[in-house]
């Protein structure tokens, strides 16, 4: 529920003007505003029911029982991404339908709809495997929701900031909210304009980045607790 909640509530709050004024929105400026918002749905899925959860099966016992009866750790993964994965996909469709019964902007229900979706099967996945580090970092369960806390916030502030360095703006994109956002910018561009080059490249490096992160740390995992009991 906080997943999709605080989305909305901060939705509401930041565009009060279209109730106290006359003020109407594009369906440019509906689907690319629309980016903040998959971005902080996306990641806080991705941490607290995925990541979270699959550190809590892990420190209760619970993977330990899954993998014996599966022989894999690699399908307990799989399974757990892809039913969050559809958890996060009602999340962004009913974020959606919020967003456009709030602009009265129903016909556009459709163009949101195919943005988000695209970009929750592009980006999402990479990061998911990106985050998988988590699983290897020795910290008590009660410490990695301030660390999931952390990240957000963190991703959040860094998101506006831009240097002329090309290789330091590489280095900033591969935080997870500026990661998602420019990410969904490019396929609103490959969708409705034309692709910025750029963009793309450094968007595909972080992308084999996070594949190859996840891939090493997913054969480091130790499906039991890395806590003696």
């Known amino acids: 529920m906080f997943n ?13 003007a279209v109730f106290t004024s006359n003020y109407t929105v594009s369906k440019n400026q509906l689907i690319s505003g629309s980016a903040y918002y998959f971005s902080c749905i996306a990641l806080t899925t991705i941490l607290n029911s995925v990541i979270l959860a699959m550190i809590e099966y892990r420190d209760y016992g619970y993977y330990k ?6 022989n894999s750790k690699y399908l307990v993964l799989i399974s757990q991404f892809l039913s ?15 967003t456009t019964l709030f602009f009265r ?16 099967i592009v980006l999402v996945l990479p990061l998911t495997m ?8 020795k910290l008590k369960l009660q410490t990695y929701s301030i660390v999931n806390t952390l990240i957000v916030f963190g991703s959040f502030m860094l998101v506006t900031v831009e240097t002329k360095n090309n290789l330091l703006n590489l280095l900033l994109l591969c935080t997870p909210i500026k990661y998602l956002m420019t990410g969904y910018e490019v396929i609103m561009q490959f969708l409705f304009y034309k692709v910025n080059l750029n963009a ?4 595909l490096i972080v992308i084999v980045f996070y594949v190859l992160l996840g891939i090493i740390f997913i054969a480091k995992q130790n499906i039991s607790t890395i806590f003696e009991k």
């Open 105 to 120: 902007l129903f016909a556009y229900l459709g163009y949101l709809l195919v943005t988000t979706t695209i970009a929750a």
């Open 200 to 203: 793309l490249i450094n968007l």
């Open 65 to 70: 029982i899954i993998y014996m009866v599966s």
């Open 4 to 16: 999709i909640i605080f989305p909305v509530i901060y939705f509401a709050i930041s565009n009060d």
């Open 130 to 137: 990106g985050l998988y580090f988590l699983l290897t970092v």
């Open 84 to 98: 969050q994965w559809t958890f996060l996909i009602v999340e962004l469709f009913l974020f959606n339908l919020i």
